[in-house]
């Protein structure tokens, strides 16, 4: 995915920068434009690794309350 575009699913994205940094991992939630890079601007790109629900869309745990342990 390129800045700009719009992350269709929460989850873990591989950054790839142009030249000035290794790879590595954001979290990036659902609706999120994907950003430009303030050295490499457009030239970076996000790789989808792991996505994920958000856990108020999911029916079974939604109406859970999470303050018990």
Same mark, same amino acid.
């Given at each position: 995915?390129?800045?700009?575009?719009?992350? +269709?699913?929460?989850?873990?994205?591989?950054?790839?920068?142009?030249?000035?940094?290794?790879?590595?991992?954001?979290?990036?939630?659902?609706?999120?434009?994907?950003?430009?890079?303030?050295?490499?601007?457009?030239?970076?790109?996000?790789?989808?690794?792991?996505?994920?629900?958000? +856990?108020?869309?999911?029916?079974?745990?939604?109406?859970?309350?999470?303050?018990?342990?």
């Amino acid at each position: 995915m390129k800045p700009g575009m719009k992350a +269709l699913k929460s989850g873990l994205y591989r950054v790839y920068h142009y030249k000035h940094r290794l790879p590595h991992e954001v979290f990036i939630p659902a609706g999120i434009v994907f950003p430009k890079c303030k050295k490499c601007a457009d030239k970076v790109q996000f790789a989808p690794l792991l996505a994920g629900e958000d +856990l108020s869309q999911d029916d079974d745990l939604a109406a859970a309350d999470s303050s018990a342990a």
